[in-house]
C-alpha cells in the first residue's frame, strides 16, 4: 500500500520521491509506505489552500454545511473499511476502531456542520450613543496536526471546526497512523469539496511540521501531541504572533473515595486505565484509593486486569492489543525498569506478549499494575502513554490532591464518591480542565476540551472550537 499527499483535490507523491515505511504493529511487518515529504510538498499545499480559500470562506453556512454533512455520511457509509484501516494501523482493537474512533470522526463532522447553522453574535446596545456589534471571521490557512493514539477521531476534531468555520486547511496525520487520513481525502471529493480546501501532507514532523508552522502565509495552528513538541512549535508561532491551539500530555489522577459505588468504579477503573493500550491521554494512570478499601481495590483490580486478554487487534475477544510502534513499546518497557528501581512493586502485568504464527513479532505488552512508590517519584511524575498504572493508598482529601496536583499536567481527573459535597468540593481543587465524577471519558461535544499546566493552551469542543478559527471584530455605530 503507497500512500500519497493530498494537495488541491488530487493525489500526489512527494516531490522529492523519499518514502517512509509503514508498519504493521500487530505483526511488526512493513506494509506499505508513506511520502516523506519535505517543505516543497508544505508549499504546495499552502499554495492550493491560499488559493481556495476566497471559494470556500465565501460559500453561506448553509452551503459550507451541506457538503460537510456529506463528509459525515461518506464516513458512516465507508465505517467498516475504515475502522479497519485504523486497527491495522495503530494495533488497536477492530471492535474499538468500530464502536468508537470512527463513529467519532463520523461526529465530528455532523456536530460542526450544524452547529456553524445555530452560532450567532453579539450586539451591546449604547442608547442613544448607538450600537457595538461583533462579527467572527475566518483566518485563512490553518495548520491541523494530530497524534497517532485516535488517529481519524483526532484528526477529524481539528479538521472539522476549521472547515466549518469558513478556514482552508493544510493537515499532517501522524507519520505512525497514516491511512486514515489519506482515506478522507477520497471522501471529501465525494461530498463535493472544492479543490484545495482540505490538503493532506504525510511525513516527518521536523520535515513537515516545522516548515508548515513556521510558513508566514498558516496564521493559525492547532496541535495535538507531546509537551515537548508543543513547545518547540510555541517558541516558532508566538514571535509570528499566530493563533495557536495546543493539547498536550497528561498524568490524570483517578481519586477513589471508599464510599464510591464499588462495582461501578472498578469496571470504569479497568476502561479508564487500559482502553487503547492506556494511549489515550485522557486514561487515569495514578489511581489513589481511600485507605479503608485500598486493599479489597488491589484484590479486584488486579485479578480483573490479569484477566484482560492481548491478542491481534482483528480478533473480537482480543481487548488488549499491540502498541503503536517498537520505540513505543520500549519506552513504555523502561518505565516498568524505572519503576522497579525506583522501589515499586509489579503486581500483576510488567512483560512483553508473544504471541504465536504472523503476531508473534507484534509489539504486545501486558497490562501492568504498581504500588509502593512515592507520589514524586518519576514513574508517578513523568507520561508513559501506555498500559501501566500505580496505586497509592490516602487517608484524607488534602492529602489526595497533594498528590493528585504534584505533577506538571492538568489535563484530565476523575472522582469516584457518592457524597455530593465531596463531589464538588474535590472537583474545585483538582488541577485539571476535564474531570469526571463517577464516570470517564463521557463526552459532551457542546463542551470545551483541554487542559492547564503543561497539559497545553486553550480548548477544543463545541464553540470553543469554532471561535478559535475565527476573528472576532467589533464594529462601533454611532446614531
Known amino acids: 500500500m503507497d500512500i500519497q499527499n493530498f494537495i488541491n483535490g488530487k ?93 467519532r470522526a463520523r461526529d465530528n463532522f455532523a456536530f460542526f456542520a450544524t452547529a456553524i447553522l445555530h452560532d450567532s453574535a453579539e450586539t451591546h446596545d449604547m442608547g442613544e450613543s448607538g450600537f457595538n456589534y461583533t462579527t467572527r471571521k475566518p483566518i485563512g490557512v490553518a495548520a491541523c496536526i494530530s497524534p497517532w493514539n485516535l488517529p481519524l477521531y483526532l484528526f477529524t476534531w481539528k479538521i472539522a471546526p476549521a472547515l466549518a468555520s469558513g478556514n482552508t486547511v493544510v493537515a499532517k496525520p501522524s507519520e505512525v497512523t497514516p491511512v486514515t487520513a489519506a482515506l478522507l481525502g477520497e471522501i471529501c471529493n465525494e461530498a463535493g469539496m472544492p ?34 513538541t508543543g513547545a518547540a512549535i510555541a517558541r516558532i508561532a508566538a514571535p509570528k504572533f499566530k493563533k495557536l491551539s495546543l493539547e498536550l500530555g497528561g498524568k490524570n489522577p483517578n481519586i477513589i473515595f471508599a464510599d464510591c459505588d464499588f462495582d461501578d468504579m472498578l469496571k470504569t477503573t479497568v476502561q479508564s486505565s487500559f482502553a487503547n493500550q492506556g494511549q489515550i491521554c485522557l486514561c487515569g494512570s495514578r489511581i489513589f484509593i481511600e485507605r479503608p478499601i485500598y486493599e479489597k481495590f488491589k484484590q479486584a483490580f488486579i485479578e480483573k486486569v490479569s484477566k484482560l486478554k492481548v491478542g491481534p487487534p482483528s480478533e473480537d475477544s482480543s481487548q488488549i ?43 504486545y505488552l501486558r497490562p501492568t499494575v504498581i504500588e509502593g512508590l512515592e507520589y514524586t517519584c518519576r514513574t508517578n511524575q513523568e507520561e508513559i502513554f501506555g498500559p ?82 475565527t476573528e472576532t471584530r467589533n464594529v462601533c455605530v454611532k446614531l
Open 11 to 103: 493525489y500526489q507523491d512527494p516531490i522529492g520521491d523519499a518514502w517512509l515505511e509503514n508498519i504493521n504493529p500487530a505483526t511488526g511487518e512493513v506494509y506499505g509506505r508513506i511520502p516523506d515529504s519535505d517543505e516543497r510538498d508544505v508549499e504546495l499545499a499552502v499554495q492550493a489552500a491560499q488559493a481556495a480559500f476566497p471559494i470556500w470562506s465565501s460559500m453561506s453556512i448553509q452551503e459550507r454545511s451541506a457538503i460537510l454533512m456529506k463528509v459525515s455520511e461518506g464516513i458512516e457509509k465507508r465505517l467498516p473499511e475504515l475502522a479497519a484501516a485504523e486497527s491495522k494501523d495503530n494495533g488497536k482493537p477492530l471492535k474499538l476502531a468500530t464502536r468508537v474512533d470512527i463513529p
Open 321 to 363: 492489543g499491540a502498541l503503536v510502534s517498537e520505540p513505543h513499546l520500549n519506552k513504555v518497557m523502561s518505565y516498568i525498569k524505572l519503576a522497579e528501581e525506583e522501589g515499586g512493586t509489579i503486581l500483576t502485568g510488567g512483560e512483553r506478549v508473544k504471541l504465536d504464527g504472523e503476531h508473534a513479532n507484534g509489539y
Open 388 to 469: 501501566v498504572v500505580t496505586l497509592t493508598p490516602f487517608d484524607s482529601e488534602e492529602e489526595v490532591l497533594t498528590m493528585a496536583n504534584s505533577t506538571t499536567y492538568g489535563l484530565a481527573a476523575t472522582i469516584w464518591t457518592s457524597n455530593l459535597k465531596r463531589a464538588h468540593r474535590v472537583a474545585s481543587r483538582v488541577e485539571s480542565g476535564i474531570i469526571w465524577v463517577n464516570c470517564w471519558l463521557v463526552r459532551d461535544l457542546r463542551t470545551p476540551f483541554g487542559g492547564m499546566k503543561n497539559s497545553g493552551v486553550g480548548r477544543e469542543g463545541g464553540f470553543e472550537a469554532l471561535h478559535f478559527f
Open 195 to 228: 479543490a484545495g480546501v482540505l490538503n493532506i501532507i504525510h511525513g516527518l514532523g521536523g520535515r513537515v511540521g516545522t516548515p508548515l508552522t513556521e510558513h508566514p502565509n498558516v496564521p493559525v495552528i492547532s496541535f495535538t501531541g507531546g509537551t515537548q
